[in-house]
């Protein structure tokens, strides 16, 4: 049995096939990580994860203060 799949932008799950858009995939810190939909309504309006941004920033600006 698989699960349905849940909008990341309204978490609701998405009950039509037909109008789950997929994101992408996301790794997870001890598996296989897991895959990110959206309703086809929605797919525009999610954003990049914040705590991903916030990470590389602080590592671009690490290294462009150490050179």
């Known amino acids: ?3 349905r799949p849940v ?4 978490d609701e799950p998405i009950d039509d096939p037909a109008d789950a858009v997929y994101l992408g995939h996301e ?3 001890s598996g296989p990580g897991w895959d990110v939909w959206a309703h086809r309504a929605h797919a525009d309006l999610v954003g990049p994860d914040p705590d991903a941004v916030r990470i590389v920033a602080r ?8 050179a």
Do not use: E
């Open 59 to 66: 590592v671009l600006l690490h290294r462009a203060l150490r």
């Open 7 to 10: 909008c990341r932008h309204c």
């Open 27 to 29: 790794m997870g810190n």
């Open 1 to 3: 049995m698989t699960a």
